[in-house]
């Protein structure tokens, strides 16, 4: 493979990277908030108006539940057919899913069969999600130069930012300006049939990157396990342990944008913050990640993926301390800056390289399967969070951002344990990884060849 070919596919790796996730988190961004503003009303019964509320959130929860489901059967397919095939199979399971939900007859047309098809619908997008993150991310791992891999993969997770942000662009602004009549009828459906252009978009970039050269490889030497599931558990079950408590790490999020938001602005809780403001929080919070996540992806092919890891973990999990002071004390203004600098760049610390580290913790035959199964049992853990935060900090209960906080931080020191122990990966070449006897390049050539790298990524932009 030439030097301008590579970096040509390192490119289209990244940017097929990017359009996935971006998808991913665009559905996830308006299936939470149609969940939020109008499915209760239009998929189910409006006579018990609780009842339509919490069965409205729990076909957004049901995606969750098929995630683990997925992430065994999409990391089975891209470790046995290529990771190309299981983006591709993402790409439209995501996408038509997405699409089908702005199709749905409502509860007043239909009856039960609504809500049966949205729930459908919603469990198809939590089986295909469950591959998209841990496909993407082996598949820019594997194309990327070396001395790059962190930068290259972080693209993958400031594509989750841009799908949030796209989703926000278009969903907020109809439901802030369309007539709440034509809203309700027809005007919620756009954002899920937008999607269309995002599947057609990803097909053409996700059609252009070659297999990666490290499964080729593997293929090519009938390397590639039958059950690659077994494999992985059997011989990386101390990293797939690791993996799964480093995606705890989920938790951040979680305070700032779920437990946060009914903290500020439920009633019940006595804060008061309206409801705009916690729109534009995870709004801001997104386009602060994007300019964040390449740097901290750069900066870990520097220094390495653990030192980025275990500081992001420590301090987002103390700020989550600050950030709920600042709402107990309904301090609008303190709540919004502690929230950016908690999730929108130190939280990044953890979130701009797991895509690098986890699949370099696993080797290339059971890299999608191992990454897939452990960080989707550790992210749908942390699901159930919401729940017990408002167990054990409920309305009128004292010290609620001590109690939460001290949770959370808990939460952020598993998490940055699990850090600590795995071994350091950035130097480890692509066909010693997952071996945990392999043997770092030393530093001097690694920093040779990653100059070599870049030069040869600036040479073909020319």
């Not at 098809?117 to 070396?146: K, N, T, W, Y």
Request: glycine residues 8%; positive net charge.
């Amino acid at each position: 493979m030439t030097g301008i070919h590579q970096v040509s596919q390192s490119r289209k790796a990244a940017a097929s990277g990017w359009i996935g996730s971006a998808l991913e988190y665009y559905d996830f961004f308006i299936y939470a908030t149609a969940a939020s503003l109008i499915f209760p009303q239009i998929f189910f019964p409006s006579e018990n108006p609780t009842v339509a509320i919490v069965a409205s959130l729990a076909t957004y929860g049901v995606g969750y539940v098929a995630r683990p489901i997925g992430a065994f059967v999409l990391g089975h397919w891209g470790d046995t057919h290529g990771r190309k095939t299981v983006l591709i199979v993402c790409m439209f399971l995501m996408g038509l899913s997405t699409m089908a939900v702005g199709l749905l007859p409502t509860y007043h047309q239909v009856g039960i069969l609504a809500p049966i098809l949205l729930v459908v619908l919603r469990l198809i997008q939590g089986f295909a999600v469950a591959g998209e993150i841990s496909g993407a991310s082996s598949m820019i791992l594997e194309h990327a130069p070396f001395g790059r891999r962190g930068f290259y993969a972080s693209f993958a997770l400031q594509g989750v930012q841009a799908g949030q942000i796209l989703a926000a662009a278009v969903f907020l602004p109809l439901a802030a300006y369309m007539p709440t009549e034509a809203f309700n009828s027809w005007g919620w459906r756009i954002p899920f049939l937008l999607s269309f252009f995002v599947i057609v978009a990803g097909y053409i970039i996700r059609r252009e990157v070659d297999e990666t050269p490290a499964f080729t490889r593997e293929d090519k030497r009938g390397e590639t396990p039958r059950s690659p599931i077994v494999q992985a558990i059997k011989l990386s079950w101390p990293d797939m342990l690791r993996v799964i408590c480093m995606a705890l790490m989920n938790v951040i999020p979680v305070v700032a944008t779920i437990f946060g938001a009914a903290y500020a602005v439920q009633p019940a809780y006595g804060i008061g913050f309206a409801k705009d403001v916690y729109l534009w929080i995870p709004v801001l919070g997104n386009m602060l990640a994007v300019f964040v996540i390449p740097f901290v992806g750069n900066l870990s092919d520097k220094v390495g993926r653990k030192p980025p890891i275990v500081v992001g973990a420590l301090l987002s999990g103390l700020l989550a301390f600050g950030y709920l002071y600042a709402i107990s004390i309904k301090s609008v203004p303190l709540a919004i800056v502690l929230s950016l600098l908690m999730w929108g760049v130190v939280y990044q610390g953890y979130n701009a390289i797991f895509p690098s580290f986890y699949p370099e913790l696993f080797p290339t035959r059971t890299r999608v399967s191992a990454m897939a199964i452990s960080q989707n049992i550790g992210t749908t853990i942390t699901a159930l969070l919401p729940a017990l935060f408002a167990t054990v900090a409920p309305p009128g209960s004292a010290n609620i951002p001590l109690t939460v906080g001290a949770i959370a931080f808990g939460i952020t020191v598993i998490a940055a344990l699990a850090a600590v122990t795995a071994r350091e990966t950035y130097r480890v070449r692509i066909d010693d990884l997952g071996n945990p006897a392999a043997v770092p390049i030393a530093r001097a050539d690694y920093d040779r060849q990653r100059t070599e790298a870049a030069s040869g990524a600036a040479a073909a932009r020319t």
